[in-house]
């Protein structure tokens, strides 16, 4: 998988490896401590969520993404997230919404490349 370039452009992201959540990632903003939503596919440089109540358009984010196993938080990331695109799917009636990540530390990076590359995972 190609390292992440600081210029690295929407099209060029687009073309990395993005896994598709077989379990729920919830999505928590860290100013108010809410669930904004649970992932629908991850890759180390942005996320796609759905959600129930949607989100601002063009808004930044603080947000914790919780990997959760059935005994508790198996690993918590914090990233500076951008979202960039939401819409209605017409076939759950649930908002989702693109976001491309402005800030994660690089040692939740390689950890997040690796999860996204398990053997057996999905991708979209």
């Not at 452009?9 to 649970?38: H, N, Y």
């Not at 759950?92 to 690089?106: H, L, M, Q, S």
């Not at 390689?110 to 991708?123: H, K, M």
Request: aromatic share 8%; charged share 25%.
């Amino acid at each position: 998988c190609p390292d992440v370039q600081p210029n690295m452009t929407i099209e060029d992201s687009r073309r990395l490896k993005r896994r598709k959540a077989d379990a729920s990632i919830q999505v928590v903003d860290c100013m108010t401590q809410l669930t904004i939503g649970f992932i629908a596919d991850l890759s180390e440089v942005g996320m796609m969520l759905s959600s129930v109540n949607g989100v601002r358009s063009d808004g930044l984010y603080q947000c914790e993404i919780r990997f959760l196993k059935q005994s508790g938080i198996e690993k918590s990331i914090l990233v500076g997230a951008h979202e960039l695109w939401s819409s209605i799917n017409a076939k759950t009636g649930k908002n989702e919404a693109g976001f491309r990540f402005i800030d994660i530390n690089p040692e939740d990076r390689i950890w997040l490349r690796g999860w996204v590359n398990e053997p057996g995972s999905s991708y979209g």
